[in-house]
């Protein structure tokens, strides 16, 4: 993915974390993946989002 298309999906992603953080969606967390050495772009961006916002989420254990 170039950095473009990378910025333009981290957009669609976030506008679509706004929509369902607005629609008082419920958000589950499992967690950052251990096997990656540096979290997801878009899980650190959703993260970032959800905290700046004070939105609660409901964390779970991660599927093993």
Same mark, same amino acid.
């Given at each position: %993915?170039?950095?473009?298309? %990378?910025?333009?999906?981290?957009?669609?992603?976030?506008?679509?974390?706004?929509?369902? %953080?607005?629609?008082?969606?419920?958000?589950?967390?499992?967690?950052?993946?251990?096997?990656?050495?540096?979290?997801?772009?878009?899980?650190?961006?959703?993260?970032? %989002?959800?905290?700046?916002?004070?939105?609660?989420?409901?964390?779970?254990?991660?599927?093993?």
């Amino acid at each position: %993915m170039t950095p473009k298309e %990378m910025g333009t999906a981290l957009g669609r992603n976030e506008k679509w974390l706004n929509s369902k %953080m607005k629609e008082g969606y419920k958000i589950y967390d499992i967690g950052h993946d251990p096997i990656r050495e540096i979290p997801s772009p878009f899980y650190a961006r959703e993260k970032s %989002m959800i905290q700046q916002k004070g939105y609660s989420t409901i964390e779970l254990s991660r599927p093993k």
